[in-house]
């Protein structure tokens, strides 16, 4: 299984990213995906979560109103659009395919990461 980020970079504060993922060696569209995020020094976050059909779309409260989860199965592909951005959202952003609460950071299988850097 592999999971691509792309898509991370430096923005001021008030800016805007998309993130983009790209699964493979795994049925993408059968699976919950999620974004995480870590700060430097600081443990994983869980930031939101999609269900195979989108019909299901969950936010940690800190981005609600400003990132919003998609994803297109014919691409095997998960995005987390960033809108809105604080010198806080800086991190690594993970994608990960979910295992257990929607709402935690467990996954079974993760990507590498994309740093997302907001300065002030």
């Known amino acids: 299984v592999q999971l691509v980020e792309s898509g991370g970079g430096s923005v001021q504060s008030g800016g805007s990213l998309k993130l983009s993922c790209v699964g493979s060696?795994?049925?993408?569209?059968?699976?919950?995906m999620k974004w995480v995020r870590q700060a430097p020094g600081k443990g994983l976050e869980w930031v939101s979560t999609i269900t195979p059909t989108s019909d299901i779309r969950e936010y940690a409260e800190f981005v609600k109103g400003r990132f919003t989860i998609s994803r297109d199965n014919a691409k095997n592909a998960l995005y987390l659009q960033m809108d809105s951005l604080k010198s806080e959202d800086t991190a690594m952003y993970f994608c990960a395919a979910n295992s257990g609460a929607y709402d935690s950071v467990s996954y079974l299988y993760r990507g590498r990461g994309t740093q997302v850097t907001v300065s002030s």
């Open positions: 060696g795994l049925s993408f569209s059968a699976w919950t």
